[in-house]
């Protein structure tokens, strides 16, 4: 199993390139000048998964009040990401990579481990990625419940 060097403050952001739940091509190069966090999660509909996205929805007047955006992107096909996006009124681009790339160089996609049994998956992940496209936070192996409210104390949000 391939394990890529995880990403640290100060390391520049890999750029990507994805579709959004609507097919429409969203860069991490669109962002620039602003700061934004993006967040990997492993599968759109899922419990974990479901609760982070919401959390998101629900603190993003506030994040984009400090001037934050808010990007999620997932393994999923861009179907099922629409279909997320409109059972929980998401309000915030989710991305599609179904191919892994963008995950793999983000050190978002590797080796797990679950009740003993090793895997690769998705290694649920948040990055602040600053003005310049500098990564200013990265955090791995987060939790979905409560995640985001630890990160708005982090960031002072």
Known sequence: MTDTKKLEPGDTAPAFSLPDADGNTVSLSDYAGKKVIVYFYPA???????????????????????????????????????KFRDAEGLNFPLLS??????LKA??????????????EGVIRST??????????????????TGHVAKLRRDLSV
Request: hydrophobic share 35%; aromatic share 10%; charged share 30%.
């Open 44 to 82: 759109a509909s899922t419990p974990g998964c479901t609760k982070q996205a919401c959390d998101f929805r629900d603190s993003l007047a506030e994040l984009n009040g400090e001037g934050l955006e808010v990007i999620g992107i997932s393994p999923d096909k861009e179907a099922k990401l629409a």
């Open 97 to 102: 990579d179904v191919e892994k790339t963008t």
């Open 106 to 119: 983000w050190a978002a996609f590797g080796e797990k481990k679950n009740y003993g049994k090793v895997y």
């Open 127 to 144: 990055f602040l990625v600053d003005e310049a496209g500098k990564i200013e936070v990265a955090q791995y192996n987060v939790r979905a």
